[in-house]
């Protein structure tokens, strides 16, 4: 039950490949992960969530405080999930409607900024 | 008696003098006492506000930088501050005893000093200080003790409802090693005999959230017996989140029923919230049709509730998601709204027949029990329940 946090560069966005569980022991590595290249001025980002296993409200928080950072230097925070069970951790919460969701990672490319 | 009887080594002592003259009195002094000391000179306040890791200071009133009671005002603002022997003029002694007013352990009239006087002073003065110092630290443990319970008092308190007939059950449990979060739960009866009951879950782990899960909770219970409608507590206490979370990314959700003064029937509103169950056999979701927002998000809008009509015999359970989302048996599967009926339809069977008030273990308490059977130990995320029964075991 680990995380593992990855980056790369599509254009002029970055794409973050999460795999595993964020849970309140994991969530950690993704708030380091995220804070590090919002410090690098790569605002413009695209978490990718479909190999992600589980998400808990820490994980949600995470998402949150990072799209909440971007947005106020312009930039913005999409994301990819095309699970049922990780899609519905978002609507419970109604964060779908603060969040740019995407069923693919083609489709978030795809989408103009 | 020499003072390293009491100590191994010589006392450290810091002399503010500016006058060379008394400076070298008081060290031939202290030479003459035959107490171990080893004496360092300062000449000023500022000199010696560098130089303050001393057991024990003799402080001259009367320095050039320093006018009244500043110099010992400053030595005794230090965070582990030595003991202090101020010395005085000899037309001052009240002065020296304002000093030991403000502070000071002992003070000295410069000219009507003796060896002896002046040792017993400075040893004094350091065992003085030794025993405040411990008593200081000593209390400081006992309030982060009570701070502690404080806190547990505050997350966890006991349901403020007058009516002996509805069943009332509230369980909490921190997570793994003694974790706390900020779940927190309150049942409280209104003045029109409504109850109102909540449980919430503020996003993320640890101390800060679990004060902010008080201080929700605290919210919520103030505006609930202020008479508020169930609305505009809900208004109030997103309020309050954001006006007293840490970070901007921290955010809540809960769950509130309001239970009429008939006990047929609930407003429920969900905020961002796992639905409830209704509490039986089998265990069953309650609607979950009006869900609204979580508190603290970007996001407009209010919530509204869905009445449900509850009979005459029924009994609901609220909780957070620590024990839905928990793993089961040791693996990455996780238990679920299904599974989390199932053992809470299994507790609900094992207790029929029993006496409510029996020794044994409460509903929540055996469904927390089986939830911790099912993933094998100690959850790792801390669980908050209420249960409200009507019409159980009449």
């Known amino acids: 039950m680990d995380v593992s946090v990855t980056s790369r560069v599509v254009g002029d966005r970055t794409v973050v490949d999460v795999t595993g569980e964020i849970d309140v022991y994991t969530a950690p590595a993704l708030r380091e992960e995220l804070a590090s290249l919002i410090d690098r001025e790569h605002t413009d980002l695209v978490v990718d969530l479909t190999a992600v296993k589980f998400m808990d409200s820490t994980g949600l928080g995470v998402l949150v405080g990072a799209l909440k950072k971007v947005r106020t230097i312009g930039g913005d925070l999409r994301l990819v999930i095309d699970q049922e069970k990780i899609l519905k951790v978002f609507r419970i919460t109604a964060l779908t409607q603060v969040f740019t969701i995407h069923a693919s990672i083609d489709e978030a490319l795809a989408e103009q900024g | ?394």
């Open chain 2, 1 to 394: 008696m020499p003072y390293n009887e009491l100590n191994q080594r010589p006392a450290r002592v810091l002399l503010v003098e500016d006058d060379d003259g008394d400076a070298l009195l008081v060290s031939e002094l202290l030479a003459d006492s035959g107490i171990q000391v080893d004496l360092q000179r300062a000449r000023s306040v500022e000199e010696a506000a560098r130089r303050l890791d001393v057991e024990c200071v003799l402080l001259d009133l009367g320095l050039p930088d320093a006018a009244g009671f500043s110099a010992l005002d400053r030595v005794l603002a230090a965070p582990r501050p030595p003991a202090v022997v101020v010395l005085t003029g000899l037309a001052e002694t009240g002065q020296g005893l304002q000093a030991v007013a403000r502070g000071a352990q002992d003070y000295l009239v410069k000219g009507e000093v003796s060896p002896e006087l002046l040792a017993r002073a400075v040893r004094y003065a350091i065992q003085r200080r030794r025993a405040e110092t411990q008593e200081r630290d000593l209390y400081r443990a006992q309030l982060r003790a009570s701070e502690t319970s404080r806190l547990e008092r505050a997350l966890l308190p006991t349901p403020l409802v007058g009516d002996g007939e509805l069943e009332v059950l509230v369980g909490y449990r921190a997570g793994r090693d003694g974790l706390l979060g900020g779940d927190f739960y309150d049942v409280v009866e209104r003045a029109d005999g409504s109850v109102a009951a909540v449980v919430g879950d503020v996003a993320g782990h640890g101390p800060d959230e679990a004060a902010l899960g008080a201080t929700l909770r605290t919210a919520w219970r103030t505006s609930v017996l202020a008479g508020l409608p169930a609305a505009q507590v809900l208004d109030v206490v997103e309020q309050i989140l954001s006006a007293e979370r840490g970070r901007p990314e921290i955010f809540a959700t809960l769950v509130m029923v309001v239970v009429d003064p008939e006990r047929s029937s609930m407003e429920l509103f969900l905020c961002g919230h796992p639905t409830p169950f209704l509490l039986d056999d089998p265990t069953t979701s309650l609607p979950s049709a009006h869900r609204g927002r979580a508190l603290g998000i970007p996001v407009l809008g209010g919530w509204t509730s869905v009445r449900v009509e509850l009979g005459d015999r029924w009994r609901i359970i609220l909780f957070t998601d620590g024990v839905l989302e928990t793993t089961i048996d040791g693996g990455s599967a996780r238990l679920g709204e299904e599974g989390l009926q199932e053992i809470m339809a299994e507790q609900v069977r094992g207790g029929r027949g029993r006496h409510a008030d029996a020794s044994r273990l409460s509903l929540v308490d055996r469904i927390l029990e089986a939830v911790r059977a099912r993933h094998g130990g100690d959850l790792v995320d801390d669980t908050a329940l209420v249960v409200l029964g009507w019409g159980q075991d009449a």
